[in-house]
C-alpha cells in the first residue's frame, strides 16, 4: 500500500506543473492591414507582417514569438500588454477569433517629441490566420 500511494504522489507531481502551467498556442500568419505612421502624416497605408508567430496562452498571462512586450491574458482569447522603453510607450492588443479563426492585432505607439528613436509614433490593425497548435 506504501509502495502504491508514493507511486500515485510522483504521478501527481509529475502531472501537476503541466496542469498549472499548461498552454494553449496558436500558430499567426497572414497579418494584413492598415497602419498609420507621424513621420508620414498619419495617412493609413496597407501595412502587415511577414514572419509567422506563435501566440500561446499561459495562465493569466502569455507570450508572441518576437515580441518582448509583457502581455496579460483577458478572457480566453486576449492577451494585452505595454511596453517603455526610455519615454516610448507602446501598446498591443492580441485576439483570438475561434470561430473564423482569425487573429485580430492591434498596435499603437508613442514616442515624446524629446526622444531620439528609430521608431515613429503609428498605430495599427491587423487581421490573420490562427492554426491551433496540438496541446
Not at 40 to 66: H, I, R, T, W
Amino acid at each position: 500500500m506504501i509502495k502504491y500511494t508514493w507511486g500515485l504522489a510522483a504521478i501527481a507531481l509529475i502531472i501537476w506543473p503541466h496542469a498549472v502551467f499548461a498552454k494553449e498556442c496558436w500558430a499567426l500568419s497572414n497579418l494584413k492591414g492598415q497602419a498609420a505612421f507621424s513621420d508620414e502624416g498619419y495617412k493609413f497605408q496597407n501595412d502587415g507582417y511577414s514572419k509567422p508567430m506563435v501566440l500561446c496562452f499561459a495562465g493569466e498571462a502569455g507570450s508572441v514569438s518576437g515580441d518582448d512586450t509583457t502581455l496579460m491574458k483577458f478572457g480566453d482569447s486576449t492577451l494585452a500588454g505595454a511596453a517603455t522603453n526610455n519615454g516610448v510607450v507602446l501598446f498591443e492588443v492580441y485576439q483570438i477569433d475561434r470561430t473564423h479563426k482569425k487573429v485580430l492585432f492591434t498596435k499603437s505607439r508613442i514616442v515624446p517629441p524629446n526622444i531620439i528613436s528609430v521608431f515613429s509614433p503609428m498605430v495599427g490593425a491587423f487581421v490573420g490566420d490562427v492554426i491551433k497548435l496540438s496541446d
